[in-house]
């Protein structure tokens, strides 16, 4: 009967406690810093002493109180990792688009999902107008290249009569040069001793006359000749005479007239055929440039009009697609526009624009994984990590990879979320060809990065730890007394923080000293406070003179605008979580 009123008692007491936890707060057991533990200077509740001695009757006096929680600090493997989600892709993925200009009409397209081989046609795109355009160029192709062929027949002719006109007023020349040295140097002193040697014979003529007169008219007077004879005489002197005079005359014509007339005649001549054959060599230059500047604009005309047949022939082939590599057929889809309109549905009849994208052939046995990592994780990302990656559309497979690329610069923020700083991380998986094959491009994949993964670290729970300025705290149970200890702490995950010093394996970590030793920590706070008034180098700053910045924590704890924290004001489009870390064990 005794213990059943002491068990009710006790039971009345524990309930009291509880309502009446929050008003008490104060009345805890705080220990001090060299282990000894030390009571609270407020009041203690009325059924305080009640409900030691019922504790005192069912318990042993080395027993923790039940109110705290605690956990063994381990040596054990500890993981760092970064959990996001992404989007499958292939890596080499080849992309078929219309390299038609303006637009056409697909004609024939394979179906969706079929898989094709290397070079087998995939699609047929309307080149009606553009076999049209290609006949009637080739016809063009034609007369360019007769054109050609004319003018490069004209360039030889031209070649051959100018090497014929410039020989013809060669010789020109060459025979008025000679002309004239035959002149100078035989006609003229031959004249010159032809009329000489008339002069001189003349003269002897004259005095063979002259001495016949003489004689005859001697004879005459004494009476041996005739008076006529004698006449006849004299009529031969004189006509010699005459003779003479005549071949002396012509000596002088010939000096004074007819060598120099004949001289500049044939001087003249010889520089006009000089001239005239300057003139020839112009002349046939400019013929010959101009046959040499017309079979140039032949030729580039009949490239040009090549150019373009090759350019109707090369539209003609590009309507007809082949696949460039063996692959699932998987149909481009069409990306609205900021004005709400999208491309096209990828169909028969469907028109087609240049440059759109039309047909997609990812090499299933080759994935990727495109994501993007938060700005304030990505300097814990480097490239070679491994990678664990679990598909939805494969919830029971597990896939690995390593991290393959990481962009350096952030994406551009998009609406309504501008500010948020994101990197682009591919992702490359790294399993066999038989089990990658069981993805599909397209698909979404949530993947853990492995930051960190040693063994026998020791650690404890993160609650466990409190930070205090820059000093970290750890409460150790040791029976039913607690001690606080300063530790030194190294990395951390979601769950556990790595510990350097302060606390040996096995020993009881407290996993609610901020609920159990509110007042302790209240005084840590506020010794902190007064040693950082004290101290002029590391005075705090007045917070009324510092300005909060955009997307920073002011002072006070809020962000500048609205009061919102610092972090992400809308999960992530797409993958319908925030990142986190996550610690696996």
Not at 382 to 394: K, L, S
Not at 401 to 425: C, M, T
Request: aromatic share 4%; with cysteine.
């Amino acid at each position: 009967m005794v213990g059943i009123l002491v068990l009710g008692v006790g039971y009345f007491a524990v309930g009291a406690m509880t309502n009446e936890t929050s008003k008490e707060s104060a009345s805890q057991t705080a220990p001090l810093s060299n282990g000894e533990s030390s009571q609270a200077t407020s009041s203690q509740p009325w059924y305080a002493s009640l409900l030691s001695k019922v504790q005192g009757m069912f318990s042993g006096g080395d027993q923790a109180p039940s109110d705290i929680m605690t956990k063994p600090a381990v040596k054990g493997r500890f993981r760092i990792t970064v959990n996001e989600k992404g989007f499958l892709d292939s890596q080499h993925n080849e992309t078929l688009v219309c390299k038609v200009p303006g637009s056409t009409t697909i004609i024939k397209i394979v179906p969706e999902g079929i898989y094709v081989k290397k070079g087998e046609i995939i699609c047929e795109l309307d080149s009606s107008a553009y076999v049209d355009k290609a006949r009637q160029q080739e016809i063009d192709v034609k007369q360019a290249d007769a054109s050609l062929l004319i003018s490069k027949k004209n360039l030889e002719i031209q070649k051959t009569q100018n090497e014929s006109d410039i020989a013809i007023a060669k010789l020109a020349f060459e025979l008025a040069v000679l002309d004239l040295e035959k002149y100078k140097d035989g006609e003229l002193p031959q004249q010159l001793d032809k009329i000489n040697g008339q002069i001189q014979l003349k003269n002897e003529q004259l005095i063979r006359k002259k001495e016949s007169y003489e004689f005859t008219r001697k004879m005459t007077k004494k009476g041996y000749r005739s008076q006529s004879d004698l006449e006849a005489e004299r009529i031969s002197v004189t006509q010699a005479e005459i003779d003479l005079k005549v071949e002396n005359a012509n000596l002088t014509v010939l000096k004074k007239y007819t060598s120099f007339r004949k001289l500049a005649q044939l001087t003249a001549d010889a520089k006009e055929f000089e001239r005239d054959l300057g003139r020839v060599r112009l002349k046939t230059s400019a013929l010959l440039a101009k046959a040499e500047a017309d079979l140039d604009a032949r030729e580039l005309t009949q490239e040009l009009e090549t150019e373009k047949l090759e350019e109707w022939n090369e539209r003609i082939k590009n309507c007809t697609m082949s696949a460039p590599q063996d692959g699932e057929i998987v149909y481009a889809k069409g990306s609205a526009s900021r004005r709400g309109s999208s491309e096209p549905e990828i169909i028969e009849g469907a028109t087609v624009r240049e440059r759109q994208k039309i047909i997609n052939i990812p090499d299933v046995t080759s994935m990727k994984i495109d994501a993007k990592i938060h700005e304030s994780m990505i300097s814990q990302i480097i490239v070679g990590q491994p990678v664990t990656i679990h598909a939805d559309a494969q919830p029971d497979e597990t896939f690995h990879g390593v991290v393959a690329e990481i962009s350096s610069v952030p994406l551009s923020g998009s609406w309504p979320n501008y500010d948020i700083k994101e990197y682009q991380v591919a992702i490359n998986l790294t399993d066999s060809k038989k089990h990658v094959s069981l993805l599909r491009p397209g698909l979404s994949a949530d993947f853990e990065i492995v930051v960190q993964d040693r063994e026998d670290v020791l650690q404890v729970p993160m609650q466990s730890v409190v930070q205090v300025g820059k000093g970290y705290y750890c409460w150790i149970l040791n029976g039913a007394k607690t001690q606080r200890r300063k530790v030194k702490v190294g990395e951390s995950n979601d769950t556990e923080i790595e510990i350097l010093d302060g606390v040996e394996e096995g020993e009881l970590t407290v996993m609610n000293p901020r609920s159990k030793f509110a007042n302790e920590i209240s005084e840590l706070e506020s010794t902190f406070t007064s040693d950082m008034k004290n101290d002029p180098i590391r005075k705090p700053i007045d917070p009324k003179l510092m300005k909060p910045q955009q997307g920073r924590i002011s002072p006070a704890g809020s962000a500048k605008g609205k009061g919102k924290p610092n972090q992400r004001s809308k999960k992530r489009a797409g993958t319908g979580k925030a990142p986190r870390k996550k610690a696996a064990r």
